[in-house]
């Protein structure tokens, strides 16, 4: 039987390709990692009607630049580090546009919250309370985390992507995670005590 290893090429193979004019192999590089760059430009708050849009500015930068991409390079390392610069970039746009816009026009954005096919109620309400716990976190402290804990780097491989040291990592983390914590945990807290406040003084419900 032919292992899949034998069946597909690897991506180091498959920029190679690319860097000599194969426009397949990008093709094909790009597809292997589209559900990446978008779960990452997900937890790094970009929504959902804008994140299409700026994975396909990734894949352009990607193509632009893949002549420079060093040779022995992980290209998936390489990879976050452009995303999570455009990512950086758009978020820097999108903030520029809110301060010149009318007042009251920051944050009309929500995404739908029903769930999707393949997520349960629970989880999708599990992703939301730490989509929105993140936005209160550095750009730092949320990248970091980000790669870490959620796409599941060691933290000399998230040091390399983002060119910082691993001591950086580890500092950055542990206060993403403090924040988190406090953040969450105060979450749960205002869950637990809503249907209290819903009750009326006199016995009866605010209904």
Do not use: C
Not at 1 to 23: C, F, I, K, Y
Not at 60 to 82: A, I, S
Not at 189 to 199: F, L, T, V, W
Request: zero cysteines; proline letters at 4%.
């Amino acid at each position: 039987m032919t292992s899949r290893s034998e069946q597909e090429p690897s991506d180091r193979a498959l920029v190679e390709a690319a860097r000599q004019g194969h426009v397949r192999a990008l093709e094909r590089l790009l597809d292997r990692h589209q559900a990446r760059v978008l779960r990452v430009l997900r937890y790094l708050g970009i929504p959902d009607q804008d994140r299409e849009d700026v994975a396909q500015e990734v894949f352009v930068r990607v193509f632009r630049h893949l002549k420079g991409f060093r040779t022995g390079q992980e290209f998936g390392g390489w990879l976050y580090r452009v995303t999570v610069n455009a990512a950086h970039d758009f978020r820097g746009r999108r903030g520029r546009l809110a301060r010149d816009a009318a007042p009251g026009a920051e944050g009309m954005e929500h995404e739908d919250p029903r769930p999707g096919p393949a997520e349960s109620a629970q989880g999708r309400e599990l992703r939301l309370a730490l989509e929105g716990a993140l936005e209160l976190l550095s750009d730092r402290e949320r990248t970091i985390f980000v790669l870490k804990e959620i796409e599941g780097l060691e933290s000399r491989e998230v040091a390399r992507a983002l060119g910082i040291t691993a001591v950086t990592v580890r500092r950055h983390l542990s206060r993403a995670r403090r924040r988190l914590q406090e953040s969450l945990g105060r979450e749960e807290e205002r869950k637990s005590a809503a249907p209290i406040e819903r009750i009326a003084p006199d016995g009866g419900s605010h209904r």
